[in-house]
Nanobody
Framework: VQLQASGGGLVQPGGSLRLSCAAS????????IAWFRQASGKEREGVAC????????YYADSVKGRFTISRDNPKNTVYLQMNNLKPEDTAVYYCARDTGSECRYGSRWAGEPRNYYGMDIWGEGTLVTVSS
């Protein structure tokens, strides 16, 4: 039972990357899935969350309009499309599974310090570096 995050790399400012979070040993159906990131010397922050019920999505203000979270249940994978990347997006990105189907705290998810509560499976991180 695990999540595998992939797709990170080095990209220039303004570029794009698509991260993948593939599940094995269980199905992602009906679980909320989230992406978090942690930059060097900084605390972990929630980036985006997608519910397992109605596919509602929630984003950190810093990535709204640039990042898109989506899921492909038949492929048992969640994606994070990242466009117009900025140097401040440089971080290790992690995906995680919530035990429930909803992104906790709804529209307040990204800003809620407890937004990682309920996450029971974490993938190993994938490094995103935005630099010229």
């Amino acid at each position: 039972v695990q999540l595998q995050a992939s797709g990170g790399g080095l990209v220039q400012p303004g570029g794009s990357l698509r991260l993948s979070c593939a599940a094995s040993g269980f199905t992602l159906d009906y679980h909320a899935i989230a992406w978090f990131r942690q930059a060097s010397g900084k605390e972990r922050e929630g980036v985006a969350c997608i519910s397992g019920s109605d596919y509602s999505t929630y984003y950190a203000d810093s990535v709204k309009g640039r990042f898109t979270i989506s899921r492909d249940n038949p492929k048992n994978t969640v994606y994070l499309q990242m466009n117009n990347l900025k140097p401040e997006d440089t971080a290790v990105y992690y995906c995680a599974r919530d035990t429930g189907s909803e992104c906790r705290y709804g529209s307040r998810w990204a800003g809620e310090p407890r937004n990682y509560y309920g996450m029971d499976i974490w993938g190993e991180g994938t490094l995103v570096t935005v630099s010229s």
